[in-house]
């Protein structure tokens, strides 16, 4: 049964990686990678690291996603001023 969930955990993995790279727009790209972050989680946990998976749930499914889309607003609104 481990070994269903690490190969359905590693191809949603490999599925967002590939939409996080091919898609072109910012905002889309910041919710595929903390969709990305949440597969990373749940693979961490399958294989028996839950403290990397805790971390990753934290840093890379909420905190660099949260960071890449305050950034896009930024820009996005000095890009209308000027």
Known sequence: MADVLIALALVFVAVAATAAVLNRDPAR???????????FAVLFTVVQAPDVGLSQLAVGSAVTPLMIMLTVRKVRRKGRRE
């Open 29 to 39: 790209q910041a919710i595929v990678l903390s969709l990305l972050g949440l597969g």
